[in-house]
């Protein structure tokens, strides 16, 4: 493990974060600044991928937790989210590692910590999530962490500028999932 990433400790999110949780997922997925990473969707989507009001909701929702990984200086270096779905289900999404610090372990780790929280905190036995289906590289990564396509698709939800601005008018997602026990 890459000596920085032993320093980083993963916490559950407070409205406090919410500034350095928006920046963070922001410079993961969008624009430019994405494109220093490996896991960005600047390609398919331009706009915003979350704003401050979406993340103050999902930290206001009894099922939906965001985990923050924090440097010892206490800047975030990456977050994921886990909502308790239905009795046994968990989703984990918008998992998210700073460009730079991509490729190092840290996204791993915050998909250990996802499912360690399903199965310990929300009792489930399953985590599933969605990918984008044109980001194969992506699919990839989540494959060799054990998950599998369950051959589900999900539409894309176009004219929601909450979820960005798509640069095509082919996208929908994939579901993948494993079992946590």
């Known amino acids: 493990m890459n000596p920085e990433q032993a320093e980083i400790a993963i916490r559950a999110a407070q409205t406090d974060d919410i500034p350095a949780l928006h920046a963070l997922i922001e410079s993961a997925y969008r624009g430019d600044a994405a494109r220093a990473g490996w ?18 909701d999902i930290l206001a929702d009894p ?9 010892a200086d206490g800047t975030a270096a990456g977050c ?3 909502t308790d779905k239905t009795p046994g289900l968990a989703y984990l999404g918008m998992l998210s590692v700073t460009p730079h610090g991509q490729a190092q372990g840290l996204g791993k780790r915050l998909i250990s910590a996802a499912e360690q929280f399903a199965r ?9 999530m969605t990918v984008i289906r044109q980001r194969s590289e992506l699919i990839s990564y989540y494959v060799r962490r054990g998950y599998q396509l369950t051959g589900e698709e999900r539409p894309f939800p176009y004219g929601d500028a909450r979820f960005g601005a798509p640069r095509t008018d082919d996208l929908a997602f994939v579901v993948l999932a494993r079992a946590l026990t």
């Open 80 to 82: 994921v989210e886990v």
């Open 63 to 71: 099922d939906q937790y965001l985990l923050i990984a924090t440097r």
């Open 39 to 56: 896991t960005h969707e600047a390609d398919l989507l331009g706009g915003q991928r979350i704003d401050l009001e979406g993340l103050a």
């Open 120 to 128: 310990d905190q929300l009792g489930a036995a399953r985590m599933e």
